[in-house]
């Protein structure tokens, strides 16, 4: 008997040893979503990253067969929006659609960040990519990038450069251009890229790093000069805008991507169905052409290449801040 009862435990024990290795099966998302999806945009309405959130999820509503409730949560730079995000629910029913800046830059500059950006929050597709503009008042009496750099160096500290939150991508694109181009240029931080743009118009600021959307009218008004763009290519909406890199300035190149990110631990079909609503959007000519005459890019990449890109750019953000000591600055 008791040589039975051991030969059977045996035979449980493998049983539950083959049962334990084999493989999981992977669930699907069910009948997610089964509500409404809540979209946290980091920034004030009315501002680049807010405009891309609402073309993209509207557009994406019926693919996704649900609707994407934009909620704008600004402050800290950005970062007020990204913790909450980060210490939410992984249901897939809580997304952060974001620039660069709480995801890849903040974590260099104090306070520290009350989330890891790398541990806590995790890709699901970019949604845009918008190239930066340079841009000045009209009665600062320069016309090209040479005339700005030229009257920087004879004015040093002087010029007035606004960016939005300090240790954000367009206070790093400043100072990598101080940097490369050897100009002291004073940033000027505002909590809000619309607040900054006001004040561009009234005179009160020099000059900036913009995308396209919320200054078009300006520039096609002649209110507002753009006097380079930051784009490996000429924009579609800004032809006649040469590149940094036409003019000689190639270390200037870059675009900024807007995306949406989720909690970690979201399980991987809500994200892969996600993922797919949204690449949708590649297909939609009409929506497409509209983004690029509004100055930016449609490109609906994937999880995997998404989170690529974030971490390029972990470390080309990081190089800025270490080259420059900027960390200490803040």
Same mark, same amino acid.
């Given at each position: 008997?008791?040589?039975?009862?051991?030969?059977? /435990?045996?035979?449980?024990?493998?049983?539950?040893?083959?049962?334990?290795?084999? =493989?999981?099966?992977?669930? /699907?998302?069910?009948?997610?979503? +089964?509500?409404?999806? #809540?979209?946290?945009? =980091?920034?004030?309405?009315?501002?680049?990253?807010?405009?891309?959130?609402?073309?993209?999820?509207?557009?994406?509503?019926?693919?996704?067969?649900?609707?994407?409730?934009?909620?704008?949560?600004?402050?800290?730079?950005?970062?007020?929006?990204?913790?909450?995000?980060?210490?939410?629910?992984?249901?897939?029913?809580?997304?952060?659609?974001?620039?660069?800046?709480?995801?890849?830059?903040?974590?260099?500059?104090?306070? %520290?960040?009350?989330?890891?950006?790398?541990? /806590?929050?995790?890709?699901?597709?970019?949604?845009?990519?918008?190239?930066?503009?340079?841009?000045? #008042?009209?009665?600062?009496?320069? %016309?090209?990038?040479?005339?700005?750099?030229?009257?920087? %160096?004879?004015?040093?500290?002087?010029?007035?450069?606004?960016?939005?939150?300090?240790?954000?991508?367009?206070?790093?694109?400043?100072?990598?251009?101080? %940097?490369? @181009?050897?100009? /002291?240029?004073?940033?000027?931080?505002?909590? @809000?890229?619309?607040?900054?743009?006001?004040?561009?118009?009234?005179? #009160?600021?020099?000059?900036?790093?913009?995308?396209?959307?919320?200054?078009?009218?300006?520039?096609?008004?002649?209110?507002?000069?753009?006097?380079?763009?930051?784009?490996?290519?000429?924009?579609?909406?800004?032809?006649?805008?040469?590149?940094?890199?036409?003019?000689?300035? +190639?270390?200037?190149?870059?675009?900024?991507?807007?995306?949406?990110?989720?909690?970690?631990?979201?399980?991987?079909?809500?994200?892969?169905?996600?993922?797919?609503?949204?690449?949708?959007? #590649?297909?939609?000519?009409?929506?497409?052409?509209?983004?690029?005459?509004?100055?930016?890019?449609?490109?609906?990449?994937? =999880?995997?290449?998404?989170?690529?890109?974030?971490?390029?750019?972990?470390?080309?953000?990081?190089?800025?801040?270490?080259?420059?000591?900027?960390?200490?600055?803040?």
């Amino acid at each position: 008997m008791h040589i039975e009862a051991w030969l059977r /435990d045996c035979a449980f024990g493998v049983l539950l040893s083959l049962v334990i290795s084999l =493989p999981v099966v992977a669930e /699907d998302a069910g009948d997610y979503p +089964n509500r409404p999806i #809540r979209v946290i945009v =980091p920034v004030g309405a009315g501002a680049g990253i807010d405009n891309a959130a609402r073309i993209t999820a509207a557009a994406a509503e019926k693919y996704i067969g649900q609707k994407f409730i934009i909620e704008n949560k600004p402050g800290a730079s950005q970062r007020l929006g990204a913790s909450l995000v980060a210490r939410s629910a992984p249901d897939g029913y809580t997304l952060l659609f974001t620039s660069p800046s709480p995801v890849v830059v903040q974590e260099f500059f104090p306070p %520290k960040l009350d989330y890891d950006p790398a541990q /806590d929050l995790q890709p699901v597709v970019n949604g845009m990519f918008q190239p930066a503009v340079l841009v000045v #008042r009209p009665s600062l009496g320069v %016309k090209s990038v040479d005339e700005f750099v030229a009257y920087a %160096k004879k004015n040093p500290g002087k010029l007035s450069f606004g960016v939005q939150g300090i240790g954000g991508e367009m206070h790093l694109s400043l100072e990598h251009f101080k %940097k490369t @181009a050897g100009v /002291d240029i004073t940033p000027v931080p505002y909590n @809000a890229g619309t607040q900054a743009i006001v004040d561009l118009l009234a005179d #009160r600021l020099d000059a900036m790093f913009l995308v396209v959307p919320p200054i078009k009218a300006h520039l096609e008004s002649g209110k507002l000069i753009a006097l380079a763009t930051l784009n490996a290519k000429r924009i579609e909406a800004l032809s006649n805008v040469p590149t940094m890199a036409e003019l000689g300035r +190639n270390e200037m190149t870059g675009t900024i991507w807007f995306g949406y990110l989720a909690p970690a631990k979201t399980p991987k079909p809500i994200i892969d169905k996600l993922a797919r609503a949204f690449g949708q959007l #590649r297909s939609d000519a009409d929506l497409s052409k509209r983004v690029a005459e509004m100055g930016s890019e449609l490109a609906p990449i994937g =999880p995997a290449e998404f989170g690529k890109l974030i971490e390029s750019d972990r470390k080309r953000y990081g190089q800025i801040v270490r080259d420059g000591n900027l960390a200490a600055q803040k």
